[in-house]
């Protein structure tokens, strides 16, 4: 059975990762090297809060049956990246069955055969786009955007628009109002419909209710 690396579990969110009430699972081990790491954690060793194999996740976030099932909710993967471990995603659906709702929050700066293998079992990709423009996106997270661009084509292609939302933030010092405006334009030629348009707060972050991890405010 699979075993993945997390840095945490955040249970009883409502209506902040997808629909319903959901629970956020964060793995260790990003591609990124964002200048405004949301969670530095998950780059480091020392990081990893526990492994889990997929029964024990299924037997841990279960708990939580019956508000998935009452509001359409379910349990939502994040990091780090969590479409490094396509494997032991694609393996925990098999445990849990099609009744939970399954989401990503993702760069997409990874393999096709990932997002390949995920296609089946995944229902709403939240897609961390950063910025359209390479220059910029590069700038920002180290790499080159390529890879997120092919991977969302090849999304859109089947037919998963619908359940895509891109987050384009404001990222102070690296892009502009007017550069997300253009980023908007561009992916709504693409064929993406929903977007998450907000400013990263570079001097305040406040902690989610587990271990390890801390998330950005929005404005």
Not at 90 to 113: A, I
Not at 137 to 144: F, R
């Amino acid at each position: 059975m699979k075993t993945a690396p997390l840095i945490g579990i955040s249970r009883h969110r409502l209506t902040t990762d997808g629909e319903g009430v959901t629970t956020l699972v964060a793995f260790h081990g990003c591609p990124l090297r964002c200048k405004y790491c949301l969670n530095p954690q998950s780059l480091h060793s020392e990081g990893i809060w526990k492994h889990y194999d997929c029964m024990q996740l299924y037997e841990e976030v279960r708990l939580d049956e019956l508000y998935f099932l009452a509001t359409h909710g379910g349990i939502t993967f994040g990091g780090g990246e969590p479409c490094l471990q396509s494997d032991f995603i694609y393996e925990f659906r098999q445990l849990c069955g099609q009744e939970w709702q399954l989401s990503v929050e993702s760069s997409l700066n990874v393999p096709q055969e990932n997002i390949e293998k995920l296609l089946p079992v995944i229902d709403y990709y939240i897609i961390d786009i950063k910025d359209i423009n390479n220059d910029i996106y590069q700038q920002y997270t180290g790499k080159e955007n390529e890879k997120v661009l092919n991977n969302l084509h090849y999304l859109i292609e089947h037919g998963k628009n619908e359940q895509i939302i891109v987050r384009t933030p404001i990222i102070p010092v690296y892009n502009s109002e007017s550069d997300v405006d253009n980023s908007i334009r561009l992916l709504k030629e693409m064929g993406i419909t929903q977007f998450d348009r907000f400013t990263y707060k570079t001097l305040n972050t406040y902690p989610v209710s587990y271990t390890h991890l801390t998330l950005p405010t929005k404005a």
